[in-house]
Nanobody, 125 residues
């Protein structure tokens, strides 16, 4: 399985970016897909997750109301729409996929067996 993340870049505070994660395998084969991020010197942290069958979504408190995760199973793609970006959103964003992820574990990197290469998001003040 290969996950290809794209869409990162440099944006001013208050701006928007749209990240895409394309899977080489049918996304319906995963139970959950998610986005995590890692800022310099910090641990990888959960951003958002989506169930690939029912479309249920989960968000970190820090992005709730600003970010939206969605899926397009026909295109084997998961999207992270990021609005009202803040300098503290600056990080490398990783997409992840899990075939046996359980709902209570969606917030943890250990629940995902497949990872993309990451895409850098930089938000200037």
């Amino acid at each position: 399985v290969q996950l290809q993340a794209s869409g990162g870049g440099l944006v001013q505070a208050g701006g928007s970016l749209r990240l895409s994660c394309v899977s080489s395998e049918r996304t319906r084969s995963f139970r959950y897909m998610a986005w995590f991020r890692q800022a310099p010197g910090k641990e990888r942290e959960f951003v958002a997750a989506i169930s690939m069958s029912g479309g249920f979504t989960y968000y970190a408190d820090s992005v709730k109301g600003r970010f939206t995760i969605s899926r397009d199973n026909a295109k084997n793609t998961v999207i992270l729409q990021m609005n009202s970006l803040k300098p503290e959103d600056t990080a490398v964003y990783y997409c992840a996929a899990g075939k046996s992820t359980i709902t209570s574990e969606v917030y943890y990197p250990r629940a995902y067996g497949y990872w993309g290469q990451g895409t850098l998001v930089t938000v200037s003040s």
